[in-house]
């Protein structure tokens, strides 16, 4: 059964079973071009068995070009009918859709077209097609055809400039109306679809995006303040332990103690008369040592805890400098959201505006259509009052020439009588003065013929004159109103190059207004703020 045309631009063509047959078959048709038409290419294809072996039983080279003819023919007669649409109109666009899409590829640095039939399929329904998208049906396509790939395509049609080149390359090809009413506003009608198709793809790879480990702290070693393990020794009493006197363990303390000075007096009397002790000076000696090893432990100590302290300050201090690097983050982040807040709403602004411009160029072009129609037709209308009104002259003066011809024939016929009459015998001198004297009404006298001849000529000259001016008048009139009309045409062809300026001859003026300078100076302090902490974090 046949879709209308109405059922098939509702159908959503962004479907893996509908754009890889598409893409081949526009391949395999770039080799038969020259030799079949896009009908009859589709005739080859989709016609039946019986009638295709009608004129080539044996050998078909389109058959033998497709991978998979068997997939191709197996479509439903609804998904045949939406293929074969997609594949008329795609090569009814073809300079026009190719010119665009090698566009595409030469911004994106890419020098090798073998991709760019497949790019022109994208651009088409991209820009023609987008608004019968579901896009969670047709998710699958787009990770067919990589969805960061389809992301930047969907990011070069969404320029400002894209609809100016599509009117440019449309009329290289085509009559600027048909561009404008078939070619670019088509496409302005679905750019918010393709901004919502945008938003969708970057939420699918944020979706599944791989997210990141999360960063472990690190574990610095503490083996120079290892914890030691306390000795295991018997828990203190909380009270001192009274200890009972007796007289014997008086009588023993007091004779210790008295043999400890008795000691002390024999060492004093010895070292007066000159000996030496040496159990004294090895304890001295010992004594020494260890306060040596005492003091080295104590500068030993020091240092590790300068150390220690110099490592707590730097820890502390790179902790400070990460808060402030993630502060500053995290307000760079903010004001970057804000930019693209405003530069969201920027463009939204000047899509509307574009959109009214062209409303306005619309009915200012249907408006100088109508204006030029009607002055067709008053020209129309005064060239046939004109042509009337020569035509009457020329019938009036010939009819004039006739009556004067018949009076000059009668007059000739007039003179000849009165010759015939004066050939009588009677010979008289000849005076031109004088009339025949023959009684008639119309006699006259030779010179007074003369003289009538005359004015009646002189009369003639005057007519013809005049009507040589009139008519030379007409024609000015008519020269000034055509001038008069190629200047306005021009004057309108100036005001369309104006609205959709040409890339070849001018470049796009930059659109200025009291926020986007403002958004620009902002963002100039923005890079050079972040190239001075840059120079600062490279210096240090």
């Not at 960063?215 to 009493?237: A, I, Q, S, Y």
């Not at 023993?252 to 008795?262: D, G, K, L, P, Y």
């Not at 807040?341 to 259509?369: F, G, P, T, Y």
């Amino acid at each position: 059964m046949d879709c209308s045309e109405e059922e098939l631009t509702k159908i959503n063509v962004f479907r893996l079973n509908i754009l890889i047959p598409l893409m081949e078959m526009l391949d395999v048709y770039a080799s038969f071009k020259q030799e079949l038409s896009p009908d009859e290419f589709c005739i080859r294809l989709f016609v039946n068995e019986g009638s295709r072996e009608k004129y080539n039983p044996h050998h078909d080279p389109v058959m033998e070009r497709f991978r998979n003819i068997e997939e191709l023919k197996g479509l439903s007669v609804s998904l045949q009918n939406v293929v074969i649409d997609l594949f008329m109109n795609i090569v009814r666009y073809t300079i026009f859709l190719e010119s665009i899409s090698k566009d595409y590829l030469d911004k994106q640095n890419c020098r090798n077209y073998n991709d760019l039939s497949q790019i022109i399929v994208f651009v088409y329904i991209l820009s023609y097609r987008i608004c019968s998208l579901f896009f969670e049906d047709s998710i699958d396509c787009f990770v067919r055809f990589k969805v960061k790939k389809m992301l930047s395509l969907v990011a070069y049609l969404l320029r400002t400039e894209t609809a100016n080149l599509f009117h440019e390359k449309g009329c290289l090809t085509f009559e600027e109306d048909f561009v404008e009413g078939n070619l670019v506003l088509p496409f302005l009608e679905a750019t918010p679809c393709l901004e919502k198709l945008q938003q969708q793809l970057k939420q699918h790879i944020r979706n599944t995006k791989i997210p990141k480990k999360e960063l472990t702290t690190p574990v610095f070693m503490n083996v120079l303040n290892r914890p030691r393990t306390g000795l295991k020794v018997p828990p203190g009493t909380p009270e001192p332990i009274e200890v009972k006197q007796t007289a014997a363990s008086t009588l023993r303390e007091c004779a210790h103690v008295i043999n400890m000075e008795e000691k002390e007096i024999k060492r004093l009397k010895a070292l007066a008369e000159g000996g030496t002790d040496p159990a004294s000076i090895l304890k001295f000696q010992e004594e020494r040592r260890q306060q040596q090893k005492e003091e080295e432990l104590l500068k030993i100590q020091e240092k590790h805890l300068l150390a220690l302290l110099t490592r707590e300050n730097a820890f502390i201090a790179k902790q400070s400098l990460l808060n402030d690097v993630k502060a500053h983050a995290e307000s760079v982040r903010k004001e970057k959201q804000e930019l693209y807040d405003k530069l969201e709403k920027w463009r939204e602004n000047h899509n509307r505006e574009m959109m009214e411009i062209v409303e306005r160029c619309r009915e200012v072009e249907q408006a100088s259509r109508e204006a030029f129609n009607a002055m067709i037709d008053e020209k129309r209308q005064k060239a046939a009052e004109v042509t009337e009104e020569s035509r009457q002259l020329k019938a009036q003066l010939v009819k004039q020439r006739e009556e004067e011809t018949r009076r000059k024939i009668k007059l000739i016929q007039e003179i000849k009588t009165l010759q015939s009459l004066r050939a009588l015998p009677s010979i008289k001198e000849f005076d031109p003065t004088e009339s025949s004297g023959l009684g008639l009404l119309c006699e006259m006298s030779l010179a007074e013929l003369k003289e009538r001849l005359f004015w009646i000529k002189m009369k003639l000259d005057e007519e013809t004159k005049e009507r040589k001016s009139v008519i030379y008048r007409e024609r000015e009139r008519q020269k000034n109103l055509i001038n008069e009309t190629r200047k306005a045409l021009e004057e309108y062809k100036a005001s369309k190059r104006t609205v959709f300026p040409s890339k070849t001859r001018q470049r796009l003026q930059p659109v200025s207004s009291p926020e986007i300078d403002a958004l620009r100076k902002k963002l100039e302090e923005q890079k050079a703020l972040r190239s001075r902490k840059g120079t600062v974090s490279i210096s240090k």
